[in-house]
């Protein structure tokens, strides 16, 4: 985030608007399960 903010601040030229957000999610699912997929199907 420190490298983006000096590049900024050295060429505001080169930049539209914010940079990004670099903060990390508390959690990440790889194979996250549908909300259809998780319910039970009752075959007739």
């Given at each position: 985030?420190?490298?983006y903010?000096k590049?900024?601040a050295?060429h505001?030229e080169?930049w539209?608007?914010?940079t990004r957000?670099?903060?990390?999610?508390?959690?990440?699912?790889?194979?996250p399960?549908?909300?259809?997929?998780?319910k039970?199907?009752k075959?007739?």
């Amino acid at each position: 985030k420190e490298t983006y903010e000096k590049a900024k601040a050295k060429h505001p030229e080169r930049w539209a608007g914010k940079t990004r957000d670099w903060c990390l999610p508390e959690k990440v699912w790889l194979n996250p399960v549908k909300a259809e997929e998780g319910k039970d199907v009752k075959s007739s």
